[in-house]
């Protein structure tokens, strides 16, 4: 028989008597009980006695049983994931002191408990006023992360890192606060420090999270951390894994268009020496390092402007990532430098951003000229097409190179003049997996597009392989000439049986 509904006073009742068990049950020692009285009284209706409630999430949060504060701290998601007054929440959460239990949870609990109150204390920050908890007006907070930092173990710090971290994502609104309230200088103080290679390695795995947020160039580039990062990558006594990490969060740093506009150009200098000097040191270099350097100029030169300065800086950065395109001195390197290049030749811009200013187009010529001289394949046309002829993988990347330099007139003859390439990019059967079609028909189409603004378009030698092209681009990526068989009908003689 299904149990009468409670009027709200009864609810309340119930819920303040619940709170109070729980207490009583905490001094007590009953710990066993009190997950069982949880269930029962707690996680039913919750939502429509906010602050009835938050007594009994107080209490849990203050609880010695990991059960019992683990269930607390969902609590609060749940709670705040169905209030819609933000008002109550504000009120509620300074009223009963469940911020500063939730950060002790962060900070002193096992790894769940830790992580579970993150996401409660990044949920809190996602409410309309509740980022006015973390970070009050006034900067006089019950809770300054700085001071909290300053007072805990390296874990708790680095838990301190991964909220800042993930409240940095939350909003631009959020990220402003965090730079504020100079949150950011946390990260420069654990890397500096680089005697203890897991604590170091550990913030810059949590600051590689925070740059791949679209708002972060903003605020990062005003600080120091990218000069700190070409110290890291300079310093021949940190583990491999560390520069690693540090080269990659540059390249991230500097792939945003206006990353430009606002740091010292005095800085980007010294980072492309560094990793000059990195791609240097091949005979002794880590394949990682090597990987991660190639990948961090690749992310640099996505931009107009990072491209312009790989290839006209004295430093001479992006012709590691054409010799290393060509160089089969290991497939991962290959991989990485192959990527970087399209990249670099703007594959990944817009179509009126794909070629650069003149100095930067000489640039480019040259060392893809100057490469292939050097090479026995002797030509640009042979290297691309040895490139063609090599695993899924590479060729793959192999087709965004050529989607990007197709562009440049240079590019396009060399390309024409070998059928070969052009009879690899417009083989149906080809590719066997999505990604491949794919990108084997985007290279098809820029190099159609590239043909129909050019002279060559009208070359009576290049009929054939303008047929081949426009086939190719209104087949689509996905269709094969191989033709479908229907089923035909059998005879079979009745004295066969």
Not at 188 to 207: G, N, P, W
Not at 269 to 293: G, P, R, W, Y
Not at 296 to 312: E, H, K, Q, W
Request: glycine share 4%; with cysteine.
């Amino acid at each position: 028989m299904e149990a009468p509904a409670m009027e709200p006073g009864e609810m309340e009742a119930m819920l303040r008597a619940a709170a109070e068990f729980a207490v009583r049950l905490m001094y007590l020692g009953w710990m066993k009980l009190l997950p069982h009285a949880w269930t029962k009284y707690f996680l039913r209706d919750m939502e429509h006695h906010f602050c009835q409630a938050m007594a009994f999430i107080q209490a849990g949060l203050l609880a010695n049983s990991k059960n019992t504060r683990q269930l607390a701290c969902k609590a609060v998601i749940h709670l705040l994931d169905k209030a819609g007054d933000s008002a109550v929440v504000v009120d509620t959460f300074v009223q009963h002191n469940l911020y500063p239990l939730l950060m002790n949870c962060l900070t002193e609990g096992d790894e769940e408990i830790s992580a579970i109150s993150l996401d409660g204390i990044k949920r809190l920050a996602q409410i309309p006023k509740g980022i006015e908890i973390i970070f009050p007006p006034n900067g006089q907070g019950s809770v300054q992360l700085h001071k909290v930092a300053a007072q805990s173990s390296s874990m708790a710090r680095i838990r301190i890192l991964s909220l800042i971290a993930k409240l940095f994502a939350v909003s631009t609104y959020t990220a402003t606060a965090i730079y504020d309230s100079n949150l950011l200088s946390l990260f420069e103080d654990e890397i500096k420090d680089r005697r203890d290679m897991l604590k170091t390695l550990s913030a810059l795995e949590v600051l590689y999270e925070l740059v791949e947020h679209p708002h972060s160039n903003i605020f990062l580039l005003k600080t120091n951390l990218l000069q700190l990062m070409v110290d890291v990558i300079n310093d021949s006594s940190a583990d491999s894994i560390v520069r690693s990490r540090a080269t990659l969060i540059s390249g991230r740093l500097l792939s945003s268009a206006d990353a430009f506009t606002t740091i010292d150009r005095n800085c980007v200098a010294n980072l492309l020496l560094a990793i000059d000097k990195l791609l240097k040191m091949e005979e002794s270099l880590n394949t990682d390092e090597t990987e991660s350097a190639l990948e961090a100029l690749g992310l640099i030169g996505t931009t107009s402007a990072g491209a312009c300065l790989l290839l006209t800086d004295s430093s001479n950065a992006a012709r590691h990532v054409v010799e290393a395109s060509f160089g089969r001195q290991g497939r991962g390197k290959q991989l990485a430098a192959l990527h970087a290049f399209g990249s670099i030749s703007g594959v990944d811009r817009q179509e009126d951003q794909i070629k650069l200013d003149n100095q930067a187009e000489e640039r480019l010529k040259r060392f893809v000229y100057t490469t292939a001289r050097n090479s026995p394949k002797l030509t640009p046309s042979a290297l691309l097409l040895s490139v063609l002829q090599q695993d899924p993988d590479i060729r793959i990347t192999g087709y965004r190179v050529i989607s990007g330099l197709v562009a440049r007139e240079w590019c396009l003859m060399e390309i024409c003049s070998k059928l070969d390439i052009i009879n690899l990019v417009t083989d149906p059967k080809m590719e066997m997996t999505k990604l491949g079609m794919e990108a084997r028909h985007d290279c098809c189409l820029a190099i159609s597009k590239a043909l129909s603004s050019s002279h060559l378009l009208h070359e009576p030698s290049l009929s054939e392989l303008i047929g081949k092209l426009n086939e190719a681009v209104k087949r689509g990526p996905y269709l094969s000439e191989r033709k479908r068989v229907e089923p035909q009908p059998v005879v079979v003689p009745a004295e066969r049986f």
